[in-house]
Each structure stands twice: as structure tokens, then as C-alpha cells.
């Protein structure tokens, strides 16, 4: 099957730092290139994270790469090209990933809220057959996080966890955590013997969860506000930041 490839599309941009307003809906933005290791993808749902607006607002300014942005890590849609390096990825594929191998230093101009992206094929894995592209968009940064985490710590079968929510006070942790356990900070300065670490993303995390996907044994969470259509990403924003959020705030369809 072969796609026919606009040269510009329809994109969400912010061409400086701030708040919701300075988010624009662009018609005429121009599609990403493709490079020899990457899949362009025509974009079927994203989900929005908390670093997205934290980006937004110039929290990462120093290590960023520079606006105008495309905001947006979680991706699920249908590759559309493949550059000449790429094996495992054809035309017609549905694939899922978090498009940014490293979340805060020079992380992609051209995100996941737009009708394309492009992505290297190491970030990405097949879709899980049982789950739609708006479940499937909203994994990848938050199971990968929750994967890598459980990895760093050691955590094992028999072993008991502690899942704090985003107002969890790690501090208090440290201090009644058991001898051999330890404490795992997804953001931020840790208190030790507690560590802080930030995700590395890999489709590889996701291959090997795709199972426990497929099986329903983990299941995607979405807000039950329910899914934010592609112009009204400046209202799920708006919305993520109250942080009042109680699944993923996932934008859809696009
Ligand atoms: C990768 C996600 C994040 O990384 C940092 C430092 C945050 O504050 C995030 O939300």
C-alpha cells in the first residue's frame, strides 16, 4: 500500500514560551522530513503528560530545543513512509510509542499534535491488537516510566510496593521505608536513599509489554472526561492543568 504524503498539515504550535494561550492551531504547517532511521506517521490519537505543559511553560528551556514546538510525546497511528535503515516497520503498520527518546534534552520541534510525525523505529512497537488508537496513545510515557522504575529498583515477584500518587509526600517515604527497600522519585531531586530517575524511551518496553496489554492483565486508564478532539487540544491542556485529571487525558481523533 502507498500513501500519498502532503507537504503540510494541520499542527498545534507554540512559537514561544507560556501558558495555554500561547498555543495556535496552525493549517499550513510544513510535514517532518523522514531520516533513514525513522517512519513517518499519520497521527491517529496522542496523549498529553504533564512535561508537555512543563516544556511549554520554559521549565526545560536550558536543555529544549527551541520553539516554534510541536508539542506531544504519546503517539498511536499508521506509519505512512520508512526511512531507507529502517527493518522492522512497513507501510501500513498501526504503531504506538513516546516519539522522544530523551524527555528534556533537545526533545523533537515536530510532536505528536499534529497529523504527522516522525519517529526512529527504536521508539516504536506494534499496537496492541486489542486496543484502539486512543488506549493505545496513552501508555507509552506513563508504562514505560512505571516499567523502567520497577527495573531500577530491583522489584521482583513476592516484593511489596507503594505506589504514591503526584501530591505523594517521597520525603515521608524515605523515612519509613524498610531496611532493604528503597524509594523511586519519577521526577525531580530524590532524598536518600531514595533516587530519582527519568525515563529512557524504548519500544523494546513496550514489546515486552504488549502481552500483559493483549492479555488485559494492564489496562489503559483514560479521564473519564473522556477524549479532547484534535482542535480542542488548548481545552485538554487547560484541563490537564488543574491536575484534576484522573486518566490520561488522551486528544482524539486527529
Ligand atoms: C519525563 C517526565 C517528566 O520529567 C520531569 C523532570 C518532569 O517534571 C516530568 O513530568
Redesign the pocket.
Known amino acids: 500500500m502507498s500513501y500519498s504524503i502532503p507537504s503540510k498539515m494541520k499542527a498545534w504550535v507554540y512559537n514561544e514560551y507560556g501558558g495555554v494561550e500561547v498555543l495556535k492551531l496552525e493549517a499550513d504547517y510544513a510535514v517532518p522530513e523522514v531520516k533513514d532511521d525513522q517512519v513517518l506517521i499519520k497521527v491517529v490519537a496522542a496523549a498529553l ?3 508537555d505543559y ?1 516544556r511549554r511553560l520554559g ?2 528551556k536550558a536543555i529544549d530545543s527551541k520553539p516554534p514546538t510541536v508539542p506531544g ?1 504519546d503517539v498511536a497511528g499508521v506509519v505512512v513512509k520508512v526511512g531507507i535503515e529502517v527493518k522492522g516497520l512497513k507501510e501500513g503498520d498501526e504503531v504506538y510509542g513516546d516519539i522522544n527518546e530523551n ?2 534534552e533537545q526533545p523533537k520541534r515536530y510532536g505528536s499534535l499534529a497529523e504527522y510525525t516522525s519517529v526512529e523505529e527504536k521508539l516504536l512497537a506494534l499496537k496492541p491488537k486489542n486496543l484502539d488508537f486512543a488506549q493505545a496513545a496513552s501508555l507509552p ?1 506513563a508504562i514505560e ?1 512505571a516499567y523502567e522504575g520497577l527495573e531500577r529498583a530491583g522489584f521482583s515477584a513476592g516484593k511489596s510496593i507503594l505506589v504514591l500518587g503526584g501530591a505523594g509526600q517521597g520525603d515521608r517515604a524515605v523515612k519509613v521505608v524498610k531496611e532493604d527497600g528503597c524509594v523511586v522519585y ?3 531531586a530524590a532524598t536518600p536513599p531514595g533516587f530519582s530517575f ?2 529512557t524511551s524504548n519500544g523494546e518496553m513496550l514489546k515486552k509489554l504488549n502481552p500483559f496489554l493483549e492479555s488485559g492483565k494492564v489496562k489503559p486508564v483514560l479521564d473519564p472526561k473522556g477524549l479532547f478532539p484534535f482542535d480542542k487540544v488548548n481545552e485538554a491542556f487547560a484541563y490537564l492543568e488543574t491536575n484534576r485529571a484522573t486518566g490520561k487525558v488522551v486528544i482524539y481523533p486527529i
Do not use: C, E
Request: no cysteine.
Open positions: 503528560n504533564p512535561v512543563k521549565k526545560f510525546y524527555a528534556l510515557l516510566t519519577i521526577a525531580g527519568l525515563l
